[in-house]
């Protein structure tokens, strides 16, 4: 199984922008799908961003045109720019790594970002 751990999350104003950074412990091109999800207290996990089949990208509607998924596979990192944040965005952020062939799910800790209004 895959180990990923994130970093980057922390306190912002509304407004202000991070970068969410998720490490993998082996190589991801070609087995893994990555993505970034989300749980807000009170609320179900939800999906934020992923890559789809053939390299392109999927987004919630709430953080469509803010939100910016990304990826390093010689460094084995997924990315999650945040931009134009708002309180709503609030919440731990988890990277997901679906297994293609194995059909495992594999997760990270979780990063809190708090943002303030």
């Known amino acids: 199984q895959v180990q990923l751990v994130e970093s980057g999350g922390g306190l912002v104003q509304a407004g202000g922008s991070l970068r969410l950074s998720c490490t993998v412990s082996r190589s991801i091109g070609g087995i893994y799908t990555m993505g970034w999800y989300r749980q807000a207290p009170g609320k179900e996990r939800e999906l934020v961003a992923h890559?789809?089949?053939?390299?392109?990208?999927a987004y919630a509607d709430s953080v469509k045109g803010r939100f910016t998924i990304s990826r390093d596979n010689a460094k084995n990192t997924v990315y999650l720019q945040m931009n134009s944040l708002n309180p709503d965005d609030t919440a731990v952020y988890y990277c997901n790594a679906f297994n293609i062939y194995s059909r495992v799910n594999s997760w990270g800790q979780g990063t809190q970002v708090t943002v303030s209004s």
């Open positions: 890559f789809t089949g053939g390299g392109s990208t």
